[in-house]
């Protein structure tokens, strides 16, 4: 069990490159802000001494300059695919030195790999931005913005704004699951441990209202004991772990009520759920329906189901990253996410919650 936590400890690591040159918003375009894990950080940690990056090849292979970004994918990741849909540029890594002038009006990338909902989650990639540091990061953001436009065009911009938090997968895999006997599986029950957590999200959540976010999609945790990380660490017939499925089963519906109970108190739908969870069980458990030839199987990694360790230049590449739903031991594919995007923009009430992105955007471009 010792290796396997040693496992985990350099796994999870959560997901664009900076393409800017000499873009400039158009006077329109909605503003994007992202937040959260390494599925949605596009770089933030390339600026960080921390272990959880994805700064070396074959990460970026299939992105359009084939050179690593610091995304935990092949190529594009969600927020890659939502800004094409907004119809902006790609959004910067807040770290990025690029990000300066005109380039803030097209909002910014606060993400950062190995985070949780807890400040003691990821401890072990050392220094990397914790929620809480996201929200000072994005309050510097908007005096640097005032300092661009004035106050009043920053309120604006940030109120018109769409924002995506991605978080809470690490506060079990790379917390209370992280190690047999870990500080958090002795301090609470499971149960308890997620009810903790969800109390400890709102106030996140709460905060960025505060901040002046006001369209926030937030999704929920995927199936977090179907990655190939975890099929390779916990299961040796190749089922998912049932303990990481019930803690996903447990965590992501009071999540999607904890929202609800936000909007009923603000009196409007901020708060999005975006069912993740059933998004990606629907290609975990059926792959060949949507193409692909495997979801237990990581395209980069090593060891049984390419689960094991980090994917670096000395791993099993697969040839075609578009027939594999996972990229690496945790990650998924470029054409994974953007199955996932699919789904937020158009899904039904099974997977968006109160509505799909569609309607929102649809919506907030008649008022
Ligand atoms: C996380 O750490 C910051 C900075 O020390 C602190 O302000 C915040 O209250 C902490 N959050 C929790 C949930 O303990
Ligand atoms: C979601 O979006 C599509 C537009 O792409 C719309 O036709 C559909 O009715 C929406 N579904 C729900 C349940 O709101």
Redesign the pocket.
Known sequence: MAGSATMTISTLIGLVVAMATTFVPQAEARAFFVFGDSLVDNGNNNYLATTARADSPPYGIDYPTRRPTGRFSNGLSIPDFISQHLGSELTLPYLSPELTGQRLLVGANFASAGIG???DTGIQFLNII????QLEYFEQYQRRVTALVGAQQTQQLVNGALTLITVGGNDFVNNYYLVPFSARSRQFRLPDYVRYLIS?YR?ILMRLYDLGARRVLVTGTGPMGCVPAELAQRSPNGQCSAELQRAASLYNPQLTQMLGQLNDQYGADIFIAANTRQMTADFVYNPQAYGFVTSKIACCGQGPYNGLGLCTPASNLCPNRDLYAFWDPFHPSERANGIVVQQILNGDATYMHPMNLSTILALDSRT
């Open positions: 909902i807890l400040n914790r929620m809480y540091k400890e106030k």
